[in-house]
């Protein structure tokens, strides 16, 4: 990961106006799963350096434990990506893109495949592909709750929502978006 990166607390995305100055779509899940709460926001860089960001949800696996789910978009080579998926590369690696993808997800109407990544830290699934000319990547807290990618879901630009954003649930601020 190249630049600091500036953490938004949940409910200042609510009563405040941070996402309009960043430059990468914010994914959030629409409409947001039964019982998923937003845990915050984070993001780097500029548009054309390096811009990155990400969006955290937590709630409900299918087995009813709990997982947090980050949602990532950069331009290559950020290394936000990379970075939360404890992998000391830029990028996704081998194998994305290639051959059947290992999940789809609706992103602002179209259909994106995601590719497992492999190599990523055993606490978590990863999964990654592209959307809106970037990388998408998908972290999911703990391993075992990576099995969420395989329901269907649909992600929408936070940036495009309007009123909307007031009816976001809230939860508290991740402490993965807390980096040193």
């Not at 629409?30 to 998923?36: G, I, N, Q, S, Y």
């Not at 937003?38 to 811009?51: E, P, T, V």
């Not at 955290?56 to 709990?66: A, K, L, N, Y």
Request: charged share 15%.
């Amino acid at each position: 990961m190249h630049s600091r990166l500036a953490v938004i607390e949940p409910l200042a995305v609510v009563i405040g106006d941070p996402v309009s100055g960043v430059s990468v779509p914010l994914w959030t899940p629409w409409p947001v799963p039964a019982d998923w709460v937003f845990g915050g926001l984070a993001y780097a860089g500029d548009a054309g350096s390096d811009a990155s960001a990400v969006t955290c949800w937590s709630g409900p696996d299918q087995f009813g434990d709990r997982a947090e789910m980050l949602l990532i978009s950069e331009e290559a080579g950020a290394g936000l990506g990379g970075y939360f998926a404890g992998l000391p590369v830029t990028y996704p690696g081998p194998g994305v893109g290639e051959g059947p993808p290992h999940a789809r997800f609706t992103v602002e109407d179209r259909p994106v495949p995601l590719w497992s990544v492999d190599g990523v830290a055993p606490d978590r699934a990863v999964y990654a592909g592209e959307a809106a000319g970037r990388w998408l990547w998908v972290v999911v807290h703990p391993a075992e709750a990576g099995a969420l990618v395989v329901e269907p879901m649909q992600f929408v630009d936070a940036r495009q929502l309007g009123a909307e954003l007031t009816v976001l649930p809230l939860g508290e601020l991740s402490p993965r978006l807390v980096v040193d």
